[in-house]
Antibody
């Protein structure tokens, strides 16, 4: 069925790195821009990054720019988020989300994964 | 960045009554070339990811009950639940997708009175 499944979360020390993955299935992955969104415990939603359908354009929130890298592999239907220089304030549930329309990225997010939790703590 | 401000932070409504949530953007999210407002509404229940309810400010996502409606244009938007049901207890977020960075409102918690 149409779904997104995140993996890779865990507990990591400040300054270390972690790679999240999102496996897409049930739709034509290479048609859609894809986003990462995070939610700190008990807090609201924060957009993190977007990659265009072909991976050629990538944009980031200022809070993660220079530390996080979004990428995709359309041959494997996967979306990744490489996180480095992690800080306690990066602690959150991380969701991958599909852009509602295609091929652009200025749309609502119509499909979300269940999320993977990242905890940054010493 | 476009700042999204929701009000109220929380509200308690009796079953079957109307719930109204407001969202204001710090600049217009209306794109004249497409004649659309780049504003969406999401519902998030505890332990679940957000669910898209409304996009283009007033277009209901497929499968969303018609008691949910969105209105507004430019900088001022409203999500209305016409007759609150028990399953509507959740936090609701507005989102602008007019420009990068995409930004969300702070959320409105809807409870049963």
């Amino acid at each position: 069925q149409v779904q997104l499944v995140e993996s890779g979360g865990g507990v990591v020390q400040p300054g270390r790195s972690l790679r999240l993955s999102c496996q897409a299935s049930g739709f034509t992955f290479n048609m859609y821009a894809m986003h990462w969104v995070r939610q700190a415990p008990g807090k609201g939603l924060e957009w993190v990054a977007v990659t265009s359908y072909d991976g050629n354009r990538k944009y980031y929130a200022d809070s993660v720019k220079g530390r996080f890298t979004i990428s995709r592999d359309n041959s494997r239907n996967t979306l990744d988020l490489q996180m480095s220089g992690l800080r306690p304030e990066d602690t959150a549930a991380y969701y991958c989300a599909r852009n509602h329309g295609y091929p652009g990225y200025h749309d609502a997010f119509d499909l979300w994964g269940q999320g993977t939790v990242v905890t940054v703590s010493s | 960045d476009i700042v999204m401000t929701q009000s109220p932070d929380s509200l308690a409504v009796s079953l079957g009554e109307r719930a109204t949530i407001n969202c204001k953007s710090s600049q217009s999210v209306f794109y004249s070339s497409t004649n659309e407002n780049y504003l969406a509404w999401y519902q998030q229940k505890p332990g679940q990811p957000p669910k898209l309810l409304i996009y283009w400010a007033s277009t209901r996502e497929s499968g969303v009950p018609d008691r949910f409606s969105g209105s507004g244009s430019g900088t001022d938007f409203t999500l209305t639940i016409s007759s609150l049901q028990a399953e509507d207890v959740a936090v609701y977020y507005c989102q602008q997708h007019y420009s990068i960075p995409v930004t969300f409102g702070g959320g409105t918690k809807v409870e049963i009175k």
